[in-house]
C-alpha cells in the first residue's frame, strides 16, 4: 500500500514548546515538501528537500525547521519561534521533476493552547 | 505578494449546473498549472493540469481553459454534482529552476441538488 502518512493528525501543543510533525512516503520519492494551510490562504511552502540531507527554505521557513537523514522520511519541528503555529500542516512528495505531480499526505492539523 | 489569484472564494452551483473557477498570474516564467481538489480534513489531490502550449484540457468533465496572452485560466466542471463539493486550487510553477508550487488562496465549491 503506497502512499505519504502523516502523524499524528491532531496535535495539541502549549505555548513555548518545540512540536515535531511526521511525514513519511513509500513511493519512493526523492523529493518531499512542506506546506502551512491557513483558512483561506491556500498552501504556502515551508521548506523543500530535492535529495537527502540537502534542505532548502520556502517562502514561510522562519520559525521552522527540517531533516532529511533518509528518503523516506521529512520529519518538521514547529519552533517556539513560530509566532503563530495554529494551521493545518501537508506533506507531500514527487519524483523530483519540477512538472511532476505532488503527491500529498492527509495533514496533520496543529493547535496551540 | 500574491502572484497567482483565484476567484471566486465560494461557489454556490445547482446540481447539473456548470462551475467555474477563474485564476491569473503575473510571472511570465510559470508554464505549468495544475489544479488541485480538497476534501475536508484531507490533503489536495491533483485534478487536471495545462501547460500554456495547449488553450484547453478537458478530462470527463473537468476543462482547463487557458488565455496565455492574458495570463489568465479557468476551471469548468460540467454536469457539475454533489460529490464535486470541495476546495479547489489552482497552481503554477515555473519549470526553469523552480520547484515551488504557488498555490492560489482556493474556491469553496457547494453543489446543491
Known amino acids: 500500500d503506497g502512499g505519504i502518512t502523516q502523524s499524528p493528525k491532531y496535535l495539541f501543543r502549549k505555548e513555548g514548546q518545540n512540536v515535531t510533525l511526521s511525514c513519511e512516503q513509500n513511493l519512493n520519492h526523492d523529493a518531499m515538501y512542506w506546506y502551512r494551510q491557513d483558512p483561506g490562504q491556500g498552501l504556502r511552502l515551508i521548506y523543500y528537500?530535492?535529495?537527502?540531507?540537502?534542505?532548502q527554505k520556502g517562502d514561510i521557513a522562519e520559525g521552522y525547521s527540517v531533516s532529511r537523514e533518509k528518503k523516506e522520511s521529512f520529519p518538521l519541528t514547529v519552533t517556539s519561534a513560530q509566532k503563530n503555529p495554529t494551521a493545518f500542516y501537508l506533506c507531500?512528495?514527487?519524483?523530483?521533476?519540477?512538472?511532476?505531480?505532488?503527491?500529498f499526505g492527509p495533514g496533520t492539523r496543529l493547535t496551540v493552547l | 505578494q500574491q502572484q497567482v489569484k483565484q476567484s471566486p472564494q465560494s461557489l454556490i452551483v445547482q446540481k447539473g449546473g456548470i462551475s467555474i473557477i477563474n485564476c491569473a498570474y503575473e510571472?511570465?516564467?510559470?508554464?505549468?498549472f495544475p489544479w488541485y481538489q480538497q476534501f475536508p480534513g484531507k490533503g489536495p489531490a491533483l485534478l487536471i493540469a495545462i501547460r500554456p502550449d495547449v488553450s484547453e484540457k478537458k478530462e470527463g468533465r473537468f476543462t482547463i481553459s487557458f488565455n496565455k496572452s492574458a495570463k489568465q485560466f479557468s476551471l469548468h466542471i460540467m454536469d457539475s454534482q454533489p460529490g464535486d463539493s470541495a476546495t479547489y486550487f489552482c497552481?503554477?510553477?515555473?519549470?526553469?529552476?523552480?520547484?515551488?508550487?504557488?498555490f492560489g488562496k482556493g474556491t469553496k465549491l457547494s453543489v446543491i441538488p
Open positions: 510571472n511570465t516564467a510559470f508554464d505549468y
Open positions: 507531500a512528495s514527487n519524483t523530483g521533476g519540477t512538472t511532476d505531480t505532488q503527491y
Open positions: 497552481a503554477a510553477i515555473g519549470v526553469r529552476g523552480s520547484y515551488q508550487l504557488t
Open positions: 528537500s530535492q535529495i537527502v540531507n540537502d534542505f
